[in-house]
């Protein structure tokens, strides 16, 4: 099922990414804006973003649309959810990891994502309820047996405020067990990269839609799972996000509730 709209997820990815290549490492200095203190955004996100967006209104006029640098239209209640560039701090220092995000999202929750790393041709596909893959061959999760020795990833935004308190036990919940925590800068390739076993589970609070619509997708499909820091059902409201297999990701949820 939904194989137009995979082709149409996968083509808009792949556009955002032909935009972004030829302006990293490349970008002036002076069409760089900080949208708020840390938060930036460059020609680059939004030559992606048009790309993606004429891509996707081109196969599926009828659907809405949210994107992080031209926010929401439409009424239909099937929605394109795209972040265009994904680590963009990473792609204005011209730190080689980033990813485009897209995904398509309607009542039940997301039905198809793509998660599509240009540098190194990686793209993570899933459909809801068909599985996920990598390159064209299925992906699944990690068999890592729980969070003792565990390869983990997290974010920390800057917006984090206050929250950054609550970041900094967690952080001390999984540091002494794990054996390597990595913050590489972009949440939806750290989801892909759960998908697809190179992580054993993944943290973050404050994540915006479009950070991790594609990415939560992967990783169920994978067969893993996604929780809120409680546990429970409201990390796309939220933005807290706990994700790995089910032994991984259950022991973080046990770790942060302590
Ligand atoms: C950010 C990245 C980062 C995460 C932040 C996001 P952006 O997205 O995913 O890893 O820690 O929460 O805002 O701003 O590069 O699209
Ligand atoms: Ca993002
Ligand atoms: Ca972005």
């Given at each position: 099922m939904f194989e137009a709209q995979r082709e149409a997820c996968v083509a808009a990815a792949l556009a955002g990414g032909r935009a972004l290549v030829p302006y990293f490492r490349k970008l002036e200095p002076g069409t760089v804006t900080e949208k708020s203190k840390n938060d930036y955004v460059s020609d680059a996100d939004r030559a992606s973003e048009a790309a993606i967006k004429a891509e996707l209104d081109l196969r599926f006029p009828q659907y809405s649309f949210l994107g992080e640098e031209t926010g929401a239209s439409g009424e239909n209640s099937r929605v394109w959810i795209v972040d265009p560039l994904d680590g963009t701090l990473n792609f204005v220092q011209g730190f080689p990891h980033w990813c485009v995000s897209v995904a398509l999202w309607d009542a039940q929750g997301?039905?198809?994502g793509c998660v599509w790393d240009p540098l190194r041709e990686d793209l993570f596909l899933a459909?809801?309820?068909e599985g996920a893959t990598w390159n064209g061959q299925p992906m699944s999760i990690s068999q890592q047996s729980g969070?003792?020795?565990?390869f983990l990833a997290t974010g920390f935004a800057f917006q984090l405020g206050e929250r950054f308190k609550l970041f900094t036990k967690a952080l001390e919940a999984t540091f002494y067990r794990a054996k390597g925590i990595r913050r590489a800068g972009s949440a939806a390739l750290d989801l892909a990269h759960v998908a697809a076993g190179i992580y054993d589970g993944f943290?973050?609070?404050?994540?915006?839609k479009w950070d991790m619509a594609a990415g939560v997708l992967l990783v169920q499909e994978a067969g893993g799972l996604i929780s809120d820091?409680?546990?429970g059902e409201g990390w796309f409201e939220s933005g807290s996000v706990i994700?790995?297999?089910l032994w991984v990701q259950q022991e973080l949820v046990d770790a942060f509730k302590e």
């Open positions: 997301p039905v198809v459909t809801r309820g969070l003792d020795g565990a943290f973050e609070l404050g994540l915006q820091w409680e546990g994700a790995g297999n």
